[in-house]
């Protein structure tokens, strides 16, 4: 018969091995707290997603209903859009009326979860100017009491910035600690846009900061920095402007001698280059950013580049460059 073979092994190996197994077997669950399946977070527009993935990081995977070069004024939801609200755990609208089709999105998707309305609480938000309200086209709404465009002043998007801190912490408590961190980081980052904007507009005298634009987009804008913004459109990109509103415009133009033409990204050109045409002015031939990002290669692919991208252009016409 064979001998029977005896394995002795190292007291100090086969504790080492056990260290070592116990240690593998415990760090399975740390592995997975520090890489979690992203929350899932549904936002309305391209906008507010940046904002979301400025303060969620890869804890959250943020899916924009309204994309980068899409028009949040004229969407029309599909079943597609109600089946990744349903799978949400929050949902992020901006709120003060801008999204009319949000409450039928949502009562089309069954969803129960928490809808953050992040303009909710915002301090001194513009109401709306109906005196220059022509009217809403096929497809339009009516934004209600309020001007809804509140992140072209940089000083609300930290306000919005808070809401979305405190909404991801309820959410996903784990994460906080990290949600805090970005969120104060991205506000430092939006203090110092706010600070630089300033700055850019400070060698131009406030009698020469006058700007036409697509539609009233940018009334923030102008309270915070300063700038007169004369719109062709009402607050919606659907309205439609009439006769004597435009008319009126080109005399305004001419009368006051307002350089700086704009057309919109998301915008028909032809109301704007015919008031242009009319005025004996000729608008820039580069667009502004009102209510979308541009694409991943364009110049406005996240809000901090979006408002620097619109401040430079402005600037750059009103000084004839």
């Keep these: 018969m064979p001998r029977s073979t005896t394995i002795r092994l190292n007291p100090r190996r086969a504790w080492l091995t056990l260290l070592a197994a ?20 549904v936002a309305s527009f391209s906008l507010l ?27 029309q939801p599909s079943p597609a859009d109600a089946r990744r609200v349903a799978a949400a755990r929050l949902v992020f609208a901006h709120g003060l009326g801008y999204e009319g089709w949000m409450e039928r999105l949502l009562r089309n998707a069954a969803y129960r979860g928490q809808v953050v309305r992040v303009a909710d609480g915002l301090p001194e938000p513009l109401k709306a100017d109906h005196r220059h309200s022509h009217g809403h086209g096929h ?3 009516d934004h209600g009491a309020f001007d809804p465009h509140a992140w072209q002043d ?24 990290l949600y805090r961190e970005r969120a104060a980081r991205y506000v430092r980052e939006l203090q110092a846009l706010d600070a630089e904007i300033r700055a850019a507009w400070e060698p131009i005298a406030p ?115």
């Design 207 to 321: 009698a020469q900061r006058k700007v036409v634009t697509s539609h009233e987009a940018f009334r923030y804008y102008g309270r915070a920095y300063g700038v007169t913004f004369l719109a062709a459109q009402g607050v919606s990109t659907a309205s439609e402007p009439s006769a004597a509103g435009v008319a009126r415009l080109i005399r305004q133009i001419q009368a006051e001698g307002v350089r700086a033409v704009f057309v919109e990204r998301l915008t028909d050109p032809r109301l704007v280059e015919r008031v242009a045409r009319e005025a004996g002015v000729r608008p820039s031939p580069v667009p502004l950013y009102s209510d979308a990002l541009s694409k991943a290669d364009g110049p406005a692919p996240d809000y901090l580049s979006l408002m620097r991208h619109n401040t430079r252009a402005m600037v750059q016409a009103i000084r004839g460059q």
């Design 49 to 75: 997603a940046d904002w979301v993935r400025q303060v969620g990081g890869e804890r959250v995977a943020v899916h924009a209903l309204v994309g980068p070069e899409a028009d949040a004024h004229v969407f």
């Design 154 to 177: 940089a000083r609300n998007v930290v306000h919005y910035v808070g809401r979305i801190e405190q909404a991801l912490c309820a959410a996903d408590p784990a994460g906080c600690e």
């Design 22 to 41: 116990s240690a593998l077997a415990a760090g399975v669950p740390a592995a997975r707290a520090e890489n979690p399946v992203p929350l899932p977070v």
């Design 139 to 141: 497809g339009g709404h």
